[in-house]
Structure formats: structure tokens, C-alpha cells
């Protein structure tokens, strides 16, 4: 773990070790006040004396995305009690539903395109964003990827959809929408969490704007003729102050967007990458497929490259058509 981290975790407790004090001599409950007190006392003397985050039985490291959730941990995943083991695997569970009701509806109505998407998070939670936002005649279509795996990611995966839905009611023009967004998550995580992002306002009309915050380019068929949409900005996150900047075009009926995240193009087999030019072939030989079919054979192909080994990263596809 690196020191800011660790600097940032000791000033959190730090200011819990307040919180708890006073609330002790508040509510003279004791007993359970005490506890946790003791607990973040021994957090913060493992910090100084440079022992935090290593695990007490085995003294490798203790996963960060856990430390960053409960900053108090001392033991590794491999080595909880039984009873941390079930409550862990109930925490999981429970943030697994929640992160399946924030992806869109399948049958979610977007006047004028047809889309579908695949979602699959390698562990029990994604980092992966899914997103489509119907508001009055436009439809937003968004794919986002947080930095890291895991709980931590999903976090921050959960705040960008609450941030997404409370934002696009204001009709802000996409790049002010992302760059909204990109402040508000500078100001609230720690710098080492940020995400790509790739944002699609689609108006009825076929009229487009794209902002690419440091995603991987979606591709788009148009009339038969495959183009790369790539990044136009930095990562969001990252710097409070970060322009970004939109390209606009229009499509006609039938043309055909693929968003993806790297979990898709980078799967491995053996030494060998999926691949962009991989997939942009697929794409290409099934862009007339229906977004459903062709959302099933792209995710059929790569399940077929790695011949039934598991995914190390979340993946994502999206594809969206013009009706
Ligand atoms: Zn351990």
C-alpha cells in the first residue's frame, strides 16, 4: 500500500478515534465504544510502527481494496474466522444485487434504437458501468471502467450511476455533463481511484455526440464502413480541472456502435491477447445481426478464444443500432 494511502487511513482514524471518544462520554454505554476504540488505537500503532495492512497469521500484504473499505482489518482474506468468512460472503452477495438493479432494463424504451449489452464481473462485483438513460427525445448510452476490482471499485462504479442520473435531468451539453462529473469524483475519492469513461448522447434524429474520457474507442459501422470514436480527454478523477471535448456526427438506420471495456480485448490465452483488430472483424462480418445477436456471437467468440478458461478482469460489451 502506498504511504499517501496509508496517510490518508491514519488521519481517518485518527478522526474516528474523536468521534468515538465523544460519543462515549455521551452515551456512558462503554463496552462496544471500548472496543472499537482499542481496535483503532492498535490501527493506528501498526501504522506507526509500519506493520498496517500485513496480515497477522501469514504477514503477506491484506488485499487494499479491503483496507480501504474497513481500514481496521489485521487478517488477509485467506485467513478470517469462519464467522468473518460468512459475513464477508453475505457482504458480497448483498452488494451483488445491488449493483444488478443499477444495470439498464433490457427492456428499457429508447425511441429509435435498438440496444443490448453483456455484463460480467470477474468476481462477485464489477467495475464495470453499464449504463442507458432515457431522457425525453435523447438517449444517453454509457460504458465506464474504475480502476481496480473488487468492492472498492464497485463503489465508485455505484457513485458514477447515482452521479449520471442525477446529472443528465439538467441537459448540461456532454462535455459539461462529464466534466461535472470528473469534478465532483476529484473532490470526493482518493486520487488513486479514477475511471474511464465513454459517454453517447444519441438524439432521435441520428444526430451524435461522444466524449471519450480515456476509454478504449468504440467502434461504429456506418454505411458498411467501420470507424474508431477515440479518446478525447484524460480519465475521470483524476484532475478536478480536465476539459473534455466532443465529437459530433450523425447516423443513419442500421449503422452500428460497439463500447466495450479492456476486459473484453484484454483476455488472454496463454501469451495471446483477444485484441481490437479481433474484435473489430467480428463486428465487422455481423454488424446486421440484431444488437442481441450481435452482442451473443462477439460474446461467443471470445469465450471461444479462451476455451473455457475464467476471466481475470470485468468485462462489458454494449451495442447500440440505429433503427
Ligand atoms: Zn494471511
Known sequence: ????????????????????????????????????????????????????????????????????????????????????????????DLAQKIQKTMLPARNLETEGWDFNYHYEPAGAVSGDYCDVISEGPNTYFILGDVSGKGIAASMLMSQMHALFHSLIPLNLGINRLVGQINRLMCE?????????????????SGRIEVCNAGHLPALLIKKNEQLKLDS??????????????????????????LLYTDGLTETFFDEEEYGVSRLSKVFFDNHKLSSRELTKVILNDVNKFIAGKSKKDDMTIMTVKKL
Not at 488513486?192 to 444519441?202: D, G, N, R
Open 232 to 257: 478525447t480527454g484524460i480519465p475521470v478523477g483524476l484532475f478536478c480541472d480536465a476539459d473534455y471535448s466532443v465529437n459530433s456526427l450523425s447516423v443513419e438506420k442500421g449503422d452500428t456502435f
Open 1 to 92: 500500500m502506498e504511504q499517501f494511502e496509508i496517510n490518508r487511513i491514519r488521519t481517518q482514524l485518527i478522526n474516528r478515534r474523536d468521534r468515538l471518544n465523544r460519543a462515549a462520554v455521551d452515551q456512558k454505554t462503554g463496552i462496544h465504544y471500548l472496543t472499537l476504540l482499542k481496535e483503532v488505537d492498535a490501527a493506528l500503532e501498526r501504522i506507526d510502527s509500519g506493520t498496517y495492512g500485513i496480515c497477522e497469521v501469514c504477514h503477506d500484504p491484506i488485499e487494499e481494496d479491503r483496507l480501504i473499505v474497513n481500514p481496521l482489518l489485521c487478517f488477509c482474506i485467506d485467513h478470517l474466522s469462519d464467522q468473518q468468512k460468512r459475513s464477508l460472503e453475505e457482504d458480497l
Open 188 to 204: 470526493s475519492n482518493p486520487s488513486s481511484h479514477y475511471a474511464t469513461l465513454l459517454c453517447i448522447k444519441a438524439e432521435l
